[in-house]
Every structure is written in structure tokens, then in C-alpha cells.
């Protein structure tokens, strides 16, 4: 099966989670895309009255293009439920986003939100973090004094660049530097690194932060609990 069907497939099965009246985030990604239509179809078939804040522009526009009430994240009360996608999850619901350079405002979403569902296709589920670049928002001042500490570290790290090789920039007009760590075995050592080091605003370690995946497979859509 195409891998946009199983993202499909997990986007439709979460915008069931959705109730009337509700303030949801939304995340960012190929997979969200799928969702905010699942979600704007049952805003219109269903007549649900819902308020909606976004981590990206792209998601605020798709949203508010197919009507769905969208406001600013410092005019919302405390979110109901926020949605998104993740790059890697592993076996202890720990996750990696980012790949869409959103995770600042993806993570300040997610910790004003009472609960949080990653969508993802298989693919995504992983033993162990880390084969996929952990994305760092970084900035620009000092960054390549950032970069220097991180190589010193054996971090591996890389700035991401735009297809004609300028360095990516994020919604905050900061650089992003990808990790390229291979395994992460212990992740909140190093998000706890990662925190203290001044320069990087924001890592994209998810940790103890999801409730819910939604998995498409190619046997079907599973959806599993984590255990907080
Ligand atoms: C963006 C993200 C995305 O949620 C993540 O990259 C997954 O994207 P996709 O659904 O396109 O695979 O973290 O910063």
C-alpha cells in the first residue's frame, strides 16, 4: 500500500477523536494535511463548532481555506486535544518531530494541550530513537559556536539546507541543525543536554508527551495507548 494511505488511513481514524465544541491543536506535516481535510469534512457534515490553533502558517492556511475557525495560541484557553504527526516514535512513546522544522511550536502546542495523538504510518515506529536526524532550532547568533560544541560532543551535527543550499529557516527565522546520532539510547539525558545549551531554543525530543498513535498499517489502523 502507498505510504500517503496509511498516513490517510491514521488521519481519518483521529479526526473521529474530535467532539463539538472542542479546542484542538493542530500539528504540521504530509499527515496533518490528510487530517485538517478529514476534520473540515466532518466541521461541515457534522456542524461541529470547533476552535482550532495551528503550528505552522501552512496549517493555519489550509485550515481557515476549508473554514475551520483558527485563532492566535495566546487568545486560547487550555487545548482540548492536540493532533499531529511525529517523525520517529519508539517503544517507550517517546518521540522525534521536526522534519518539517515546526518543532518549536509543535512542542508549545503539545504542553498546552491536555492530550496529545501523534498520527504516523508504520514506518515510524521504531526499537530506538535516533536513526531519523534529531532537528534542532538554533540561533542564528553564535550558531556556528552551537554547531562547534555539538561536533565536540559527537553529536554529528548537520545545518539543514534548502534545496538551492541556503541554511532552512524556521518560522522564527532561526537555523535548524539536524543530529545525526544513529541510536539514542538514553533520550532525556540528552534532552536534558540539549536544554541547557544556550543557542538552541528548541530540540525535537518529545518526551512523556503523547497519549494516543494512531498507526496506519497496511493491516489496518491501530491505535494504541501510552501508559500516562
Ligand atoms: C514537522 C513535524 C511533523 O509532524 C513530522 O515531520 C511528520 O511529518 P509527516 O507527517 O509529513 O511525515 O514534526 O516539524
Known sequence: MDINQLKKAAAD??????????????G?????FYLVEAVAKRVREEN??????????????QASDLGIKVIDINDAPTLDLTIDGADEIDEHFQGIKGGGAAHLLEKIVAIN????????????MVKTLGAFPLPLEVIPFGSEKVYQRLAAENLHPEFRLTEDGQRVRTHNKNFVIDLHVGTIEHPHILADWLDHQTGIVEHGLFLDLVNQVVIGKESGVEIINAPR
Open 113 to 124: 494541550s491536555k492530550r496529545n495523538i501523534w498520527i504516523v504510518d508504520q514506518s515510524k
Open 48 to 61: 461541529l463548532h470547533i476552535t482550532t490553533v495551528s503550528t505552522s502558517s501552512r496549517t493555519a492556511k
Open 28 to 32: 504540521t506535516g504530509s499527515t496533518v
Open 13 to 26: 481514524e483521529a479526526a473521529k477523536f474530535v467532539e463539538d465544541g472542542m479546542m484542538l491543536g493542530l
